[in-house]
């Protein structure tokens, strides 16, 4: 029984497309996240959801959405996608910022 | 915000050797130090953390210690194998904060 899960585990798109992925998590966790890992590694935060509350990171372009349906969802939706775009998104959740993460599998999209 | 920078980058150990991976944080603040290991195509997971009321956390082979006043600490692992083989972030976080904030990673590299 997966505790964050994603979907999908990849995805190749053509530039210019939009695209959607999703996130649950069954832990009862109040918050969500939603990280950008770059071919180098870096673990980059895009947005932070808690109780309710969006936080955006100012450096995330607005063709990026969030949305969440309930507490225990939190899925991202990618409008006109550009090459630089291409990277593994990996969303998690957590009781609070302040505590350990549990991380879902990751969604490696690259696009063409 | 918060900065983390770590080091080294890149870490190759003989099996049975130990390592060690430094991590600094930049916000007095910071209250909360997990440290995750990511192996190859998989996500990151929560190794063990620390908060800023102890010094030195020990679970087996793996120990983390806390420096407040040098705004540092430490992840060790003893007697490697080579299943310790993997990228290890280091994370900092404060009470009220929006997320965990994360080093640029540290590739661990064990030789049987």
């Known amino acids: 029984d997966t505790a964050v899960s994603q979907t999908p585990k990849y995805l190749v798109t053509q530039m210019g497309n939009d695209k959607s992925i999703k996130c649950e998590q069954n832990?009862?966790?109040?918050?969500m996240y939603w990280y950008k890992q770059d071919s180098k590694k870096f673990l980059k935060i895009m947005f932070s959801y808690n109780n309710k509350e969006l936080i955006i990171n100012e450096t995330v372009p607005n063709r990026f959405s969030p949305k969440s349906p309930d507490k225990a969802h939190l899925n991202l939706h990618i409008n006109s996608l550009e090459l630089g775009d291409s990277a593994v998104y990996f969303c998690a959740s957590s009781q609070g910022p302040n505590y350990g993460y549990t991380f879902g599998s990751g969604t490696r999209l690259t696009v063409v | 915000g918060e900065n983390v920078e770590q080091h080294p980058s890149t870490l190759s150990v003989q099996e049975g050797d130990s390592a060690v991976i430094k991590c600094t944080y930049s916000?007095?603040?910071?209250?909360?130090f997990p440290w995750y290991k990511q192996e190859l195509g998989k996500r990151p997971q929560l190794i063990i953390d620390?908060?800023?009321?102890?010094g030195e956390k020990k679970d087996q082979r793996i120990a983390v210690t806390l420096n407040k006043t040098a705004k540092h600490f430490s992840l060790h692992i003893t007697e490697t194998q080579p299943e310790d083989s993997a990228v290890y972030f280091c994370?900092?976080?404060?009470?009220?904060?929006?997320?965990?904030?994360f080093g640029t990673g540290t590739r661990l590299t064990v030789i049987p």
């Open positions: 916000d007095s603040a910071s209250n909360y």
């Open positions: 832990l009862g966790h109040d918050t």
């Open positions: 620390i908060r800023s009321n102890v």
């Open positions: 994370a900092a976080s404060r009470t009220g904060a929006n997320n965990l904030f």
